[in-house]
C-alpha cells in the first residue's frame, strides 16, 4: 500500500498546477457569467422576455453541463484527467466564440449548449488534480486558492466584457473571453503532468470505482450530501441574485451597461478576492483542522449575508444598494474553496471526480435552471400585461434573496457528522471489509 507522502510535489510544480487550474476556472466562470452583463442587450435586440432570455442564455447550458458532467466525471476516475481539462476548455471556449457570431435565437441556442456541454469537463477533475498535489490537511486552503478564479472570472465577466459590449457591441464581449481560452487549453495540454491518482493518501483506494459504487457511497456520507446541497442552495442564492444583477441596475437606475459591469466587476474583483483569501488563510490555521469548525464558520457567514441580501433588493437608494452589495456579493465565494475540499475529503481518492461532479451537478441546476427560469418567470408574472420592469424583477429577487438560510441549515447540520464522515473516507480502499462502519 503506498503512502504517496513520499512521492509530494516539488513546491514550485503543485503551485503552478494549482495557478493554472485556478485560470481554467477563471475561463470557465467568465464564460458562464458574460451573458448576465449582456442579458438585456441581447433580450432587446432577440425581442424576448425576461423568462424567455432567461431560457436562451442559462437553462440550455445548465442541461447539457448536467447530462454530460456525470458521464465526463466517470471518465475523469478512470483516465487522464489533465487531457479532460484541456480538451474541455478547448471546445466551450470555442462556443463562446460561436456565441459572439450568432445572428439568431437558434444560432445562439445551439452556441449555448455547446459551452454547456464543454464546461462540464472543467471543474470535477480540475479539483481533483489538485487533490493530488496538496495532502489532505491543505486542500481546504489549496482549494480556497484554486477559488480566486471565481473572482477573478466573474470580473472578466462582468467589468472587462461591459467595457468591450459598451464600445464594440455585446458580440465583442464572447470573443475576447473565447479566444484566450483556446491558448490556454494547449497551455495545459503541453506544461500539465497528469498525478499520480490518490499519491497523498493515507490509504490507496484500490481499483477504479463503478458509478453505482460510488453513487452509493455518496449517499452514505451524510456530510457529504449536506455539503453538496449547502454548497447548492448558496449558488442558488448567491449566484442566482448575481445572475440578474447587472440587468436590475440597469432597470432600477438608469445606469448602461458599462456602468453596471463597473459596479458589479468591481465588487467581483476586489471583494471576491479579499473573501476568498481571507477564506484560505482561515482554512490553514491550526483550529480549522476541525472540519465542523470549517462548517460552522460558512453557516455563520452565509446567514449574515443572507440578510443584507435582502437589504440589497430591498432599497431604493442606489448608494445602500452598493454598500449592501460590497457586504454580500464576497459571501458567495466564501463558500467554494472550503466545500470544495471538503467534498473531495469526504471521497475516497477514486471517486473525488464522481464527487465534485454532483456538487457541480446540483449547484447548476439550483443557479442556472432553478434560480435563473425561477426569477425570469417571476418577473414576468409580477409585471402583469406591462410586462416586466425594475419592480418586477426586484419582487422576484426578493423572493429568492431569503434561501440563503437554507444554506445555513445543510452547512450547521453537516457538522453533526463530518468527523465521522471523513475517518470513513480515509478507510475506505475499495476492498471488502476495509471500510471503517
Same mark, same amino acid.
Given at each position: 500500500?503506498?503512502?504517496?507522502?513520499?512521492?509530494?510535489?516539488?513546491l514550485?510544480?503543485?503551485?503552478?498546477?494549482?495557478?493554472?487550474?485556478?485560470a481554467?476556472?477563471?475561463?470557465?466562470?467568465?464564460?458562464?457569467?458574460?451573458?448576465?452583463?449582456?442579458?438585456?442587450?441581447?433580450?432587446?435586440?432577440?425581442?424576448?422576455?425576461?423568462?424567455?432570455?432567461?431560457?436562451?442564455?442559462?437553462?440550455?447550458?445548465?442541461?447539457?453541463?448536467?447530462?454530460?458532467?456525470?458521464?465526463?466525471?466517470?471518465?475523469?476516475?478512470?483516465?487522464?484527467?489533465?487531457?479532460?481539462?484541456?480538451?474541455?476548455?478547448?471546445?466551450?471556449?470555442?462556443?463562446?466564440?460561436?456565441?459572439?457570431?450568432?445572428?439568431?435565437?437558434?444560432?445562439?441556442?445551439?452556441?449555448?449548449?455547446?459551452?454547456?456541454?464543454?464546461?462540464?469537463g472543467?471543474?470535477?477533475?480540475?479539483?481533483?488534480?489538485?487533490?493530488?498535489?496538496?495532502?489532505?490537511?491543505?486542500?481546504?486552503?489549496?482549494l480556497?486558492?484554486?477559488?480566486?478564479?471565481?473572482?477573478?472570472?466573474? &470580473?472578466?465577466?462582468?467589468?472587462?466584457?461591459?467595457?468591450?459590449?459598451?464600445?464594440?457591441? &455585446?458580440?465583442?464581449?464572447?470573443?475576447?473571453?473565447?479566444?484566450?481560452?483556446?491558448?490556454?487549453?494547449l497551455?495545459?495540454?503541453?506544461?500539465?503532468?497528469?498525478?499520480?491518482?490518490?499519491?497523498?493518501?493515507?490509504?490507496?483506494?484500490?481499483?477504479?470505482?463503478?458509478?453505482?459504487?460510488?453513487?452509493?457511497?455518496?449517499?452514505?456520507?451524510?456530510?457529504?450530501?449536506?455539503?453538496? *446541497?449547502?454548497?447548492?442552495?448558496?449558488?442558488?442564492?448567491?449566484?442566482?441574485?448575481?445572475?440578474?444583477?447587472?440587468?436590475?441596475?440597469?432597470?432600477?437606475?438608469?445606469?448602461?451597461?458599462?456602468?453596471?459591469?463597473?459596479?458589479?466587476?468591481?465588487?467581483?474583483?476586489?471583494?471576491?478576492?479579499?473573501?476568498?483569501?481571507?477564506?484560505?488563510?482561515?482554512?490553514?490555521?491550526? !483550529? *480549522?483542522?476541525?472540519?465542523?469548525?470549517?462548517?460552522?464558520?460558512?453557516?455563520?457567514?452565509?446567514?449574515?449575508?443572507?440578510?443584507?441580501?435582502i437589504?440589497?433588493? &430591498?432599497?431604493?437608494?442606489?448608494?445602500?444598494?452598493?454598500?449592501?452589495?460590497?457586504?454580500?456579493?464576497?459571501?458567495?465565494? !466564501?463558500?467554494?474553496?472550503?466545500? *470544495?475540499?471538503?467534498?473531495l475529503?469526504?471521497?475516497?481518492?477514486?471517486?473525488?471526480?464522481?464527487?465534485?461532479? &454532483?456538487?457541480?451537478?446540483?449547484?447548476?441546476?439550483?443557479?442556472?435552471?432553478?434560480?435563473?427560469?425561477?426569477?425570469?418567470?417571476?418577473?414576468?408574472?409580477?409585471?402583469?400585461?406591462?410586462?416586466?420592469?425594475?419592480?418586477?424583477?426586484?419582487?422576484?429577487?426578493?423572493?429568492?434573496?431569503?434561501?440563503? !438560510?437554507?444554506?445555513?441549515?445543510?452547512?450547521?447540520r453537516g457538522?453533526r457528522?463530518? *468527523?465521522?464522515?471523513?475517518?470513513?473516507?480515509?478507510?475506505?480502499?475499495?476492498?471488502?471489509?476495509?471500510?471503517?462502519?
Open positions: 500500500m503506498a503512502t504517496a507522502r513520499t512521492e509530494v510535489a516539488p514550485l510544480q503543485r503551485w503552478y498546477v494549482l495557478s493554472v487550474m485556478c481554467v476556472y477563471a475561463v470557465n466562470i467568465a464564460a458562464r457569467y458574460v451573458v448576465t452583463t449582456v442579458f438585456e442587450p441581447i433580450r432587446l435586440e432577440l425581442k424576448l422576455t425576461d423568462a424567455g432570455a432567461a431560457f436562451l442564455t442559462g437553462v440550455p447550458l445548465a442541461l447539457f453541463y448536467v447530462s454530460c458532467g456525470l458521464p465526463l466525471a466517470w471518465l475523469a476516475d478512470r483516465s487522464n484527467r489533465r487531457n479532460i481539462v484541456a480538451g474541455s476548455l478547448i471546445v466551450w471556449s470555442g462556443f463562446t466564440v460561436l456565441c459572439g457570431l450568432s445572428q439568431s435565437y437558434w444560432q445562439f441556442l445551439t452556441s449555448r449548449i455547446g459551452v454547456g456541454v464543454g464546461e462540464a472543467a471543474t470535477p477533475p480540475s479539483t481533483a488534480i489538485v487533490s493530488d498535489c496538496f495532502p489532505a490537511e491543505r486542500r481546504p486552503m489549496a480556497s486558492v484554486f477559488a480566486l478564479g471565481a473572482p477573478i472570472g466573474a &470580473w472578466l465577466g462582468a467589468d472587462m466584457a461591459g467595457a468591450v459590449a459598451q464600445a464594440y457591441g &455585446w458580440r465583442a464581449a464572447f470573443f475576447a473571453l473565447g479566444v484566450p481560452g483556446v491558448v490556454l487549453g497551455l495545459v495540454f503541453l506544461t500539465i503532468r497528469e498525478p499520480q491518482r490518490g499519491r497523498l493518501d493515507a490509504v490507496a483506494a484500490a481499483g477504479k470505482a463503478s458509478a453505482l459504487e460510488s453513487l452509493g457511497f455518496l449517499w452514505r456520507q451524510r456530510a457529504a450530501f449536506h455539503v453538496i *446541497m449547502a454548497s447548492g442552495v448558496c449558488s442558488l442564492w448567491g449566484w442566482g441574485l448575481a445572475w440578474f444583477t447587472p440587468t436590475f441596475l440597469l432597470r432600477t437606475y438608469g445606469l448602461n451597461v458599462a456602468e453596471a459591469g463597473a459596479i458589479m466587476g468591481h465588487i467581483h474583483l476586489v471583494g471576491g478576492i479579499l473573501a476568498t483569501i481571507v477564506a484560505a488563510w482561515l482554512m490553514s490555521r491550526p !483550529f *480549522m483542522l476541525d472540519s465542523r469548525r470549517v462548517l460552522w464558520a460558512l453557516a455563520w457567514v452565509t446567514g449574515c449575508a443572507t440578510v443584507l441580501s437589504i440589497a433588493y &430591498w432599497t431604493h437608494s442606489l448608494p445602500i444598494a452598493k454598500a449592501m452589495l460590497w457586504a454580500y456579493v464576497p459571501a458567495i465565494y !466564501f463558500f467554494i474553496g472550503p466545500c *470544495m475540499a471538503l467534498v475529503n469526504l471521497a475516497p481518492s477514486h471517486m473525488r471526480s464522481t464527487f465534485t461532479a &454532483w456538487s457541480v451537478l446540483v449547484g447548476n441546476v439550483f443557479n442556472l435552471i432553478v434560480a435563473v427560469q425561477g426569477v425570469g418567470i417571476l418577473s414576468d408574472w409580477f409585471g402583469g400585461a406591462h410586462g416586466s420592469d425594475a419592480a418586477s424583477l426586484r419582487l422576484a429577487l426578493l423572493v429568492l434573496a431569503p434561501t440563503g !438560510f437554507w444554506a445555513t441549515w445543510h452547512f450547521l457538522a457528522t463530518v *468527523m465521522v464522515d471523513m475517518k470513513r473516507a480515509t478507510a475506505y480502499s475499495g476492498r471488502e471489509g476495509q471500510e471503517l462502519t
